[in-house]
């Protein structure tokens, strides 16, 4: 369940809305007069978050490539794996 907190509690309440975000490693939502405002979390779960964006993007990209027809066959790619790093034998 999202904690939801008023824009006056990061004045008031600051250490304890960034010991329950370090804590439970959940974020804060923020209103500003009854309506959502900001969101706060900690320096690691927006790394994470970012990441993961990272990542969606990367892998969407690569899924466009391979339904335009760019790309290589899976097995070349372990192939070259094998070759470069000496592992993926039993692929």
Sequence with gaps: MPIIRPSS?????YNEISDFCHKYQE????T????G????????QYE??????????????????VRSGHGRPAEDVFADLEEK?????DV
């Design 27 to 30: 974020p804060v939502f923020i």
């Design 9 to 13: 509690d990061l004045r008031n309440k």
């Design 32 to 35: 500003k007069n009854g309506t």
């Design 85 to 89: 790093f000496g592992f993926l034998s």
């Design 48 to 65: 994470q978050l970012c990441g993961k964006a990272e990542l969606h993007h990367l892998l969407d990209a690569g899924l466009k490539e």
């Design 37 to 44: 405002d900001l969101v706060v979390m900690t320096n690691a």
